[in-house]
C-alpha cells in the first residue's frame, strides 16, 4: 500500500501537532476574544485569544492535533495570530484612536 499525505490549505502537520494561522483585528489583539475554529473533522472548537497577544504569537490547545497510533495520545493545535492592521481608516476612526491614546499616555 502507498499513502500520499496531501497538505491542506489551512493546517499544517508538524510531526502529530497541527498549526493554523488565524487573522484577528488589532482590536481583538488587544482586548482579547472569544472565537471558534472548524477543525479537520469538521468540528468547532471553542477557544480564547487572551488580551495583548502579539503577532505571531501562539495559542495551543492540547490533544486537539493528530493522533499518533504509535504513542496512543494526540498532539496539540497550535493557533498563531496574525493581527491585520487596516490600510486606511477615516479621519473620525482616526481621532478615536489619538483619544485612546493620549488617555493610555496621561496615565502612565
Do not use: W
Not at 472569544?34 to 488580551?51: C, M, Q, R, S, Y
Not at 502579539?54 to 496512543?72: A, C, F, P, T
Request: hydrophobic share 35%; net charge neutral; proline share 4%.
Amino acid at each position: 500500500y502507498r499513502i500520499d499525505v496531501v497538505p491542506h490549505f489551512k493546517f499544517k502537520r508538524s510531526p502529530d501537532d497541527l498549526l493554523v494561522d488565524v487573522e484577528i483585528t488589532a482590536t481583538e489583539a488587544m482586548v482579547g476574544i472569544n472565537t471558534k475554529l472548524t477543525h479537520l473533522d469538521g468540528k468547532e472548537l471553542e477557544f480564547v485569544i487572551p488580551a495583548g497577544i502579539q503577532q505571531g504569537q501562539i495559542v495551543k490547545l492540547s490533544g486537539r492535533g493528530m493522533y499518533n497510533e504509535q504513542v496512543g495520545d494526540y498532539g496539540n493545535l497550535l493557533i498563531r495570530s496574525n493581527i491585520i492592521i487596516p490600510s486606511s481608516l477615516t479621519e473620525q476612526e482616526k481621532d478615536i484612536l489619538r483619544k485612546i491614546h493620549c488617555r493610555q499616555t496621561l496615565k502612565i
